[in-house]
T-cell receptor
Framework: GNSVTQMEGPVTLSEEAFLTINCTYT??????LFWYVQYPGEGLQLLLK?????DKGSNKGFEATYRKETTSFHLEKGSVQVSDSAVYFC?????????????FGSGTRLSIRP | GAGVSQSPRYKVAKRGQDVALRCDPI?????LFWYQQALGQGPEFLTY????????KSGLPSDRFFAERPEGSVSTLKIQRTQQEDSAVYLC???????????????FGPGTRLLVL
């Protein structure tokens, strides 16, 4: 079946550090891949997405590249800010599946020190 | 414009009580999803509506869980005879088009945090 495995947290970094949060997936068919972010006290927000192999999603300085050969969609940011502190969820939605609901990873809590 | 709203934001119930959780999707959105998010976990799919039709309820954990969307807009998730294991955040999401448009973004509400004592 479809599943998402992401790096366990919490991850604590200093401001302006480089961020990588690893995510790998298992899916039948051709999934679309997503990163969602949940800021404290707020709902889930779509951060970025990629719908086919080699696509790069980007938003707010975050990037992730859809790598079919390694079934990965790692999240990166070159210089994190305190305001990036949140929980990040990697997710997939399978194309041509009868159940195109979103499958989420377990989340990675990120804390940025000033 | 207004996003997805949910009420109540917090609910404390005694074991055995019935609860009803409300979701107001973005106006005009065809698809509506309910998810359950246990503490420290990612959301897990419960059920899906396309307009008023419930097309997928494969994620509902037991027959104590019931969802409806009678007029194709507001939806209610009802849990009967609540148990402690029902304690979780219940998220509602809506999207503009049909479920098979997998590139379509799902917009999430803030969730209802349910605690069953």
């Amino acid at each position: 079946g479809n599943s998402v495995t992401q790096m366990e947290g919490p991850v604590t970094l200093s401001e302006e550090a480089f961020l990588t949060i690893n995510c790998t997936y298992t899916a039948t068919g051709y999934p679309s891949l997503f990163w969602y972010v949940q800021y404290p006290g707020e709902g889930l927000q779509l951060l970025l997405k990629a719908t086919k192999a080699d696509d790069k999603g980007s938003n707010k300085g975050f990037e992730a590249t859809y790598r079919k050969e390694t079934t990965s969609f790692h999240l990166e940011k070159g210089s994190v800010q305190v305001s990036d502190s949140a929980v990040y969820f990697c997710a997939l939605s399978a194309l041509y599946s009868s159940a195109s609901k979103i499958i989420f990873g377990s989340g990675t809590r990120l804390s940025i020190r000033p | 414009g207004a996003g997805v709203s949910q009420s109540p934001r917090y609910k404390v119930a005694k074991r055995g009580q019935d609860v009803a959780l409300r979701c107001d999707p973005i106006s005009g959105h065809v698809s509506l999803f309910w998810y359950q998010q246990a503490l420290g976990q990612g959301p897990e799919f419960l059920t899906y509506f396309q307009n008023e039709a419930q097309l997928d309820k494969s994620g509902l954990p037991s027959d104590r869980f019931f969802a409806e969307r009678p007029e194709g807009s507001v939806s209610t998730l009802k849990i009967q005879r609540t148990q402690q294991e029902d304690s979780a955040v219940y998220l509602c999401a809506s999207s503009l088009t049909r479920r098979y448009e997998v590139r379509e973004t799902q917009y999430f509400g803030p969730g209802t945090r349910l605690l069953v004592l």
